[in-house]
């Protein structure tokens, strides 16, 4: 799947046909166990209007909302998972979103504060035969389109931890990174959400762009 909206991506700077037809679209899972996947409403349309303008990528406008059991998640080469709270995935949404990812799909999750300590068990029911590893700060997500050489831009202050881009790893491939301890999709807010100061929100919406153009071009 994901070689797919790569050659796309290649098509969209070469034929202005290309553009008319094609917008590649995002979406932001959906889960149950009351935790709020509905966060940062204005987060996704920000950085889809920042790497539409600086990666070149046809993005349609506004991201779609789709379950983890719905057959629609294969849609998606990038889906944006975050929220507070508690996330409680039934065996069938774990197998869908297991396939999802190892079909070529991207799972991005975003610790908004508040989830980790639900996140990191359903995704054992995932992939119960992996751990989340810390990329290095060489890792090609911190280097595509900018360069972020000490990793994760930190955007809100909590609990005093060092931001860390982690992820799980199948089969040599990146099929889920977690922003954690960073509140990455915060920064892609409205500035008037947060008053971030500018240079701040921009160097989240840097990062942010980064793990899009990394998931649509990770290469085998």
């Known amino acids: 799947m994901r070689k797919v909206f790569s050659i796309l991506i290649v098509l969209w700077g070469a034929s ?45 406008a506004r991201e779609d909302i789709v379950e983890a059991s719905s057959p629609e998640l294969l849609l998606y080469p990038y889906v944006y998972l975050t929220g507070h709270g508690n996330i409680v995935l039934t065996e069938q949404e774990a197998e869908n979103l297991r396939n999802y990812m190892i079909g070529g799909g991207f799972l991005h999750i975003d610790d908004n504060y508040g989830l980790d300590q639900f996140v990191r068990l359903e995704m054992k ?14 890792h090609p997500i ?13 955007i809100h202050e909590h609990d005093g931890k060092a931001p860390q881009g982690l992820a799980l790893i199948y089969q040599g491939q990146v099929v889920c990174f977690y922003s954690y301890e960073s509140d990455l999709g915060n920064g892609w807010e409205d500035q008037n959400t947060y008053n971030d100061p500018e240079e701040v929100r921009q160097q989240a919406l840097k990062m942010g762009a980064n793990i899009l153009s990394f998931a649509f071009t990770q290469t085998d």
């Open 16 to 60: 202005t046909q290309v553009h008319a037809q094609y917008e590649l679209k995002i979406a932001k899972l959906k889960y149950s166990g009351g935790g709020d996947w509905y966060a940062n409403k204005t987060a996704l349309p920000n950085l889809i209007a920042f790497s539409k303008t600086h990666l070149g990528i046809p993005f349609a």
């Open 142 to 154: 911190y280097h595509q389109k900018f360069n972020f050489k000490k990793g994760l831009p930190k």
């Open 125 to 138: 029911k995932v992939f119960p035969e992996l751990e989340f590893v810390e990329l290095p700060f060489n």
